[in-house]
């Protein structure tokens, strides 16, 4: 059970144009998923947390205009990399906790989205 | 200070061997623990989860938690090649959703 699919899961684009990424709780409902973005050797930053029916909340120094997060329904969330540039090149990983589960039950994570950009 | 630290390694040990990975934390309200494994270019896995103190054993891998010290670690018995992957600890800091990861510890593991 708990099982997060995530796509694509990798996507290769030219400067300016737009990429969604999908994340999908297969076999649970989730009113929060969270995006978290990876450089090479580098750990997991924590980009922003997606709510179902509302709006996102973004962490400090995340463009919310250029990282757009969709929620809407208990399954499916979206992040759009708006006007992509190579900087934006990374590993984009989605995650998700059970509904009714809070702070105490884990993570589940997609298998992640690899972007270039060229 | 960051809010979970862990050595970056890597750490290496043999074949057969006993790998230790620690992490410590800066929020005392944290209640839940976890520890993930993630190999090269994959998301990563859940590999064990711990809310009391004490340890928390499963197949080769134990789990330690001392909260009055604030911190957490993994111990992974009988190494093998394939444990060979970077090691994440997360925490739950307290009173939020969301998750915050120490930077990972890299582990080799040589036959």
């Known amino acids: 059970g708990a099982v997060v699919s995530q796509h694509p899961s990798w996507v290769i684009c030219k400067s300016g144009t737009s990429v969604k990424i999908e994340c999908r709780s297969l076999?649970?409902?989730?009113?929060?998923m969270f995006w978290y973005r990876q450089f090479p050797k580098q750990s997991l930053m924590l980009m922003a947390t997606s709510n179902e029916g509302s709006k996102a909340t973004y962490e400090q120094g995340v463009e919310k205009d250029k990282f757009l997060i969709n929620h809407a329904s208990l399954t499916l969330s979206t992040l759009t990399v708006t006007s992509a540039h190579p900087e934006d090149s990374s590993f984009y990983i989605c995650s998700a906790r059970s509904l009714g589960k809070g702070e105490g039950s884990p993570l589940h994570f997609g298998n992640g989205t690899r972007l270039t950009v060229t | 200070q960051k809010e979970v630290e862990q050595n970056s390694g890597p750490l290496s040990v043999p074949e057969g061997a006993i790998a230790s990975l620690n992490c410590t934390y800066s929020d005392r309200g944290s209640q839940s623990f976890f520890w993930y494994r993630q190999y090269s270019g994959k998301s990563p896995e859940l590999i064990m989860s711990i809310y009391s103190n004490g340890d928390k054993e499963d197949g080769r891998f134990t789990a330690q938690l001392n909260k009055a010290s604030q911190y957490v670690s993994l111990l992974i018995r009988d190494s093998q090649p394939s444990d060979s992957a970077t090691y994440l600890c997360?925490?739950?800091?307290?009173?939020?959703?969301?998750?915050?990861f120490g930077a990972g510890t890299r582990l080799t593991v040589k036959p």
């Open positions: 997360a925490v739950n800091i307290g009173g939020n959703n969301d998750m915050r």
């Open positions: 076999d649970f409902q989730a009113t929060t």
